[in-house]
C-alpha cells in the first residue's frame, strides 16, 4: 500500500483500529485512548503495513481540537475565566519557566546549543489542551472549580505559546541557528512584537465585544427556521470558521479561536442545544487526534535512546507536576485543587509538536529532539489517565496519614476562616450552602431575601473575596475536608444544600455534617435520573433533579394560568 492514501482509507483504518484497540484497552481496565495511540502507531510510518496519510489524519484532529475546545468554550463563560486570572496566569507563566529550565539543562547537558535547548525546554512546557478536556470530561469535573482553574491556566500557555512562535524564527539567528535569514534587530523584535500584541487586542475586542452581539442572533434566526440539520450546521460553520479566521487574520491558534467562539455562543439560550449538536461530531474527530499523535511516534526511540526518554518523561510527569501543585498551594487554593491542576498538566501535545516543527525547520532543534519530544508526548498522554485517578486516592492517603498535608489543605489561609465581624448569633440554625455557581448562586438570593442566614463554602477564592466584600459569611476550601465544614459552623445549622456540579465529595461532605450534626437536613443537587435513584436509595437527604424540577414548575404555571391565578415569570 502506497504512503499517499486516500480520505476514505485513512479514515477507515483509523477508527475502525482505534474502535478495536479502544475496546480491548477498556476491557483491561484501562483508558480507551491507549488503544487510540495504539492504534496510531499500527497505521504509522514507522510500523509495517499499512500506512496512513500523516498529513491528512493531522488536518482531521485539528478539526477535533477545534471543536472540543468550542465545546469547552459552551461551558466556560468569560467571568468564569476571569474569575481564576489571579492564579492562572502568574500559575502558567511561572510552571512554563520552570519546566523551560528543566528541558534546557537536560538539552546543555547532551551538549546542544543554547537555541536547541530553549526550543527543547518550552515544547516540554506546554500542556495538551485536548488531553485535559477529555480527562476534566471523564470525571464530570469541567465546570468545576479545579477544573476552572486548569483550563484556564491552559488558556494562558496557548497565548504566550503564541507569543513563541511569533518571536523564534527572527529570533532564530541569535540563538545558534546557520542561517542568517533569521537574524534579528532590536527594532526587528519590537515591531514584530508589537504587531503580535495589536492581532491579539484586535482579537480579544472583536470576540468579546463585537462577536456577542452576532453569533447568538445568527444561531436564534437558524434555530427559527426548525431545521435541525441547519442548526447543526451553524454550530459546526462558527467553531470551524471563527477559528479558521481567527488563525488567518490575527495569528492565534485555531483551538484559542474556537475556544472564544464557544463562550460567547454561551451567552445564548441556545448554548446547551448547541453543545449536544456538536457533541458526536467532536467525539468522533477527537480521537483522530490520538490516532495522530500515535503515526507521528517511532517505536525505535524507546531502544536507541531510553535513558533520554526517560529523563524527557521525568520532566514532563514528575516536573511539571511538581511545579504546579507547588505554584497552587502557594496561592492557598486546597491540596486537592493542586493535585488535580498538577495531574492535568502532566502531559504535553499539539503545541509541541508544533514547537518542535519550527525548531527542526529554522535549524534550531536536531531531529532527535523532535522524535523525544514526540515519544515523551506518547508516554505522558498515556500516564495521564493513571494520574487523574490517583489523585482522589493520593489525597485521601495523605490527609489521613499526614498533620502537614492536612494543613496543606486548609493551607493557613484566612479566607478559610469565618471572619471575625461574623455575628455569633446567627450561626445558629442556618443554611450551609455549598458551591455558588449558577445554581447555589441563585439559592443564595433566594434564602437571603426569606431572610435565612447563608454559610457559603466555595473553592475559588476570588468568589469568597467578593462575597465577604458584600458582607456575606463565606469560608474557601473544598467542603469535603472536616475543617471547612467546621469553619461553616456545619455543627449548629438547620439545613445542608449541595449544589455544586461534581458530586464525588458528597459522601465525606454528609460524613462529616451528619457526625457533627446528626439532625441537619441535607438538600442535594443532581443532574441525572439515575444519579437521583441510587442518591435517594442511600436516603443522603432531599434530591432534586434539575430537569424533573423545571417541568414541575412549568406544569405549575400552565395549571394556574389555566385556573386564571396570576402565574409568574419563574427564571431558570
Same mark, same amino acid.
Given at each position: 500500500?502506497?504512503?499517499?492514501?486516500s480520505l476514505?482509507?485513512?479514515l477507515?483504518?483509523?477508527?475502525?483500529?482505534?474502535?478495536?484497540?479502544?475496546l480491548?484497552?477498556?476491557r483491561?481496565?484501562?483508558?480507551?485512548l491507549v488503544?487510540?495511540l495504539?492504534?496510531?502507531i499500527?497505521?504509522?510510518?514507522?510500523?509495517?503495513?499499512f500506512?496512513?496519510d500523516?498529513?491528512?489524519?493531522?488536518?482531521?484532529a485539528?478539526?477535533g481540537?477545534?471543536?472540543m475546545?468550542?465545546?469547552?468554550?459552551?461551558?466556560?463563560?468569560i467571568?468564569?475565566?476571569?474569575?481564576?486570572?489571579?492564579?492562572?496566569?502568574?500559575g502558567?507563566?511561572?510552571q512554563?519557566?520552570?519546566?523551560?529550565a528543566?528541558g534546557?539543562?537536560?538539552?546543555?547537558a547532551?551538549?546542544?546549543?543554547?537555541?536547541?535547548?530553549?526550543?527543547?525546554g518550552?515544547?516540554?512546557s506546554?500542556?495538551?489542551?485536548v488531553?485535559?478536556?477529555?480527562a476534566l470530561?471523564s470525571?464530570?469535573?469541567?465546570?468545576?472549580?479545579?477544573?476552572?482553574?486548569?483550563?484556564?491556566?491552559?488558556?494562558?500557555?496557548?497565548?504566550?505559546?503564541?507569543l513563541v512562535l511569533?518571536?523564534?524564527?527572527?529570533?532564530?539567528?541569535?540563538?545558534?541557528?546557520?542561517?542568517?535569514?533569521?537574524?534579528?534587530?532590536?527594532?526587528?523584535?519590537a515591531?514584530?512584537?508589537a504587531?503580535?500584541?495589536?492581532?491579539?487586542?484586535?482579537?480579544?475586542?472583536l470576540?468579546l465585544?463585537?462577536?456577542?452581539r452576532?453569533l447568538?442572533r445568527l444561531m436564534?434566526?437558524?434555530?427559527?427556521?426548525?431545521?435541525?440539520?441547519?442548526?447543526t450546521?451553524?454550530?459546526?460553520?462558527?467553531?470551524?470558521?471563527?477559528?479558521?479566521?481567527?488563525a488567518k487574520l490575527f495569528?492565534?491558534?485555531?483551538?484559542?479561536g474556537a475556544f472564544?467562539?464557544?463562550?460567547?455562543?454561551?451567552?445564548?439560550?441556545?448554548?446547551?442545544?448547541a453543545?449536544?449538536?456538536s457533541l458526536?461530531?467532536?467525539?468522533?474527530?477527537?480521537?483522530l487526534f490520538?490516532?495522530?499523535?500515535?503515526?507521528?511516534?517511532?517505536?525505535?526511540?524507546?531502544?536507541?535512546r531510553?535513558v533520554?526518554?526517560?529523563?524527557?518523561?521525568?520532566i514532563?510527569?514528575?516536573?511539571?507536576?511538581?511545579?504546579a501543585?507547588?505554584?497552587v498551594?502557594?496561592?492557598?487554593?486546597?491540596?486537592?485543587?493542586?493535585?488535580?491542576?498538577?495531574?492535568?498538566?502532566?502531559?504535553?501535545?499539539?503545541?509541541?509538536?508544533?514547537?518542535?516543527?519550527l525548531?527542526?525547520?529554522?535549524?534550531?532543534?536536531p531531529?532527535e529532539?523532535?522524535?523525544?519530544?514526540?515519544?515523551g508526548?506518547?508516554?505522558?498522554?498515556? %500516564?495521564? +489517565?493513571? @494520574?487523574?485517578a $490517583?489523585? &482522589?486516592?493520593?489525597?485521601?492517603?495523605? =490527609?489521613?496519614r499526614s #498533620?502537614r498535608?492536612?494543613?496543606?489543605?486548609?493551607?493557613?489561609?484566612?479566607l478559610?476562616e469565618?471572619?471575625?465581624?461574623?455575628?455569633p448569633a446567627?450561626?445558629?440554625g442556618?443554611?450551609?450552602?455549598?458551591?455558588?455557581?449558577?445554581v447555589?448562586?441563585r439559592?443564595?438570593?433566594?434564602?437571603?431575601?426569606?431572610?435565612?442566614t447563608v454559610?457559603?463554602?466555595?473553592?475559588?477564592r476570588?468568589m469568597?473575596?467578593?462575597?465577604?466584600?458584600?458582607?456575606v459569611?463565606?469560608?474557601?476550601g473544598?467542603?469535603?475536608v472536616?475543617a471547612?465544614l467546621?469553619?461553616?459552623?456545619?455543627?449548629?445549622?438547620?439545613?445542608?444544600?449541595?449544589?455544586?456540579?461534581?458530586?464525588?465529595? %458528597?459522601? +465525606?461532605? @454528609?460524613?462529616? $455534617?451528619? &457526625?457533627?450534626?446528626?439532625?441537619?437536613? =441535607?438538600?442535594?443537587? #443532581?443532574?441525572?435520573?439515575e444519579?437521583?435513584?441510587?442518591?435517594?436509595?442511600e436516603r443522603?437527604?432531599?434530591?432534586?433533579?434539575?430537569?424533573?424540577?423545571?417541568?414541575?414548575?412549568?406544569?405549575?404555571?400552565?395549571?394556574?394560568?389555566?385556573?386564571?391565578g396570576t402565574?409568574?415569570?419563574?427564571?431558570?
Amino acid at each position: 500500500m502506497p504512503h499517499s492514501v486516500s480520505l476514505l482509507a485513512t479514515l477507515a483504518a483509523g477508527f475502525g483500529l482505534a474502535m478495536i484497540l479502544g475496546l480491548i484497552a477498556a476491557r483491561l481496565r484501562m483508558p480507551p485512548l491507549v488503544g487510540y495511540l495504539v492504534a496510531g502507531i499500527a497505521i504509522g510510518p514507522a510500523t509495517p503495513g499499512f500506512v496512513g496519510d500523516l498529513d491528512l489524519a493531522g488536518q482531521l484532529a485539528e478539526v477535533g481540537v477545534i471543536l472540543m475546545m468550542f465545546g469547552v468554550g459552551l461551558h466556560l463563560s468569560i467571568a468564569d475565566l476571569l474569575a481564576v486570572r489571579r492564579i492562572a496566569l502568574p500559575g502558567a507563566v511561572v510552571q512554563m519557566g520552570v519546566a523551560t529550565a528543566l528541558g534546557a539543562g537536560l538539552g546543555t547537558a547532551w551538549g546542544w546549543p543554547l537555541g536547541a535547548a530553549l526550543v527543547f525546554g518550552l515544547a516540554l512546557s506546554v500542556a495538551s489542551t485536548v488531553v485535559l478536556l477529555r480527562a476534566l470530561e471523564s470525571r464530570g469535573q469541567l465546570e468545576s472549580v479545579n477544573g476552572k482553574i486548569a483550563v484556564g491556566w491552559l488558556v494562558v500557555e496557548d497565548i504566550l505559546v503564541v507569543l513563541v512562535l511569533v518571536l523564534l524564527p527572527p529570533l532564530a539567528a541569535a540563538l545558534g541557528t546557520e542561517s542568517a535569514a533569521g537574524a534579528a534587530t532590536a527594532s526587528s523584535l519590537a515591531r514584530d512584537l508589537a504587531l503580535t500584541g495589536g492581532k491579539l487586542a484586535a482579537f480579544f475586542g472583536l470576540m468579546l465585544v463585537v462577536a456577542p452581539r452576532l453569533l447568538p442572533r445568527l444561531m436564534w434566526m437558524i434555530a427559527g427556521t426548525g431545521w435541525r440539520e441547519l442548526f447543526t450546521l451553524g454550530v459546526i460553520a462558527i467553531a470551524l470558521g471563527v477559528a479558521f479566521g481567527a488563525a488567518k487574520l490575527f495569528g492565534v491558534s485555531f483551538a484559542l479561536g474556537a475556544f472564544f467562539a464557544g463562550m460567547v455562543m454561551r451567552e445564548s439560550a441556545l448554548s446547551h442545544r448547541a453543545a449536544a449538536e456538536s457533541l458526536p461530531l467532536r467525539d468522533a474527530f477527537s480521537v483522530l487526534f490520538f490516532v495522530s499523535v500515535g503515526m507521528l511516534f517511532d517505536p525505535a526511540v524507546l531502544v536507541e535512546r531510553p535513558v533520554a526518554l526517560l529523563g524527557v518523561v521525568a520532566i514532563i510527569v514528575v516536573g511539571k507536576t511538581v511545579a504546579a501543585i507547588g505554584l497552587v498551594l502557594l496561592f492557598r487554593y486546597p491540596l486537592s485543587t493542586a493535585l488535580t491542576v498538577g495531574a492535568g498538566l502532566a502531559q504535553i501535545g499539539e503545541f509541541s509538536f508544533i514547537l518542535a516543527g519550527l525548531g527542526v525547520s529554522l535549524g534550531l532543534l536536531p531531529s532527535e529532539g523532535r522524535d523525544l519530544i514526540l515519544a515523551g508526548a506518547l508516554v505522558s498522554i498515556a %500516564l495521564n +489517565p493513571v @494520574l487523574f485517578a $490517583a489523585v &482522589a486516592p493520593v489525597q485521601t492517603w495523605a =490527609v489521613a496519614r499526614s #498533620t502537614r498535608a492536612r494543613e496543606l489543605e486548609r493551607n493557613e489561609d484566612p479566607l478559610a476562616e469565618l471572619p471575625a465581624t461574623v455575628d455569633p448569633a446567627v450561626l445558629t440554625g442556618h443554611v450551609v450552602l455549598v458551591g455558588y455557581g449558577r445554581v447555589g448562586r441563585r439559592i443564595a438570593d433566594a434564602l437571603t431575601d426569606d431572610g435565612f442566614t447563608v454559610v457559603v463554602v466555595e473553592q475559588a477564592r476570588e468568589m469568597v473575596e467578593r462575597l465577604r466584600e458584600r458582607h456575606v459569611p463565606a469560608v474557601a476550601g473544598d467542603a469535603a475536608v472536616p475543617a471547612v465544614l467546621i469553619q461553616a459552623h456545619v455543627a449548629r445549622a438547620r439545613f445542608l444544600v449541595v449544589a455544586i456540579p461534581d458530586l464525588a465529595p %458528597l459522601r +465525606p461532605i @454528609l460524613a462529616t $455534617a451528619r &457526625a457533627l450534626n446528626p439532625a441537619i437536613e =441535607v438538600v442535594v443537587r #443532581t443532574h441525572g435520573e439515575e444519579e437521583a435513584e441510587l442518591l435517594r436509595r442511600e436516603r443522603v437527604g432531599e434530591v432534586f433533579l434539575g430537569e424533573h424540577e423545571l417541568a414541575v414548575t412549568m406544569a405549575r404555571h400552565v395549571r394556574e394560568r389555566a385556573a386564571g391565578g396570576t402565574g409568574g415569570y419563574v427564571s431558570a
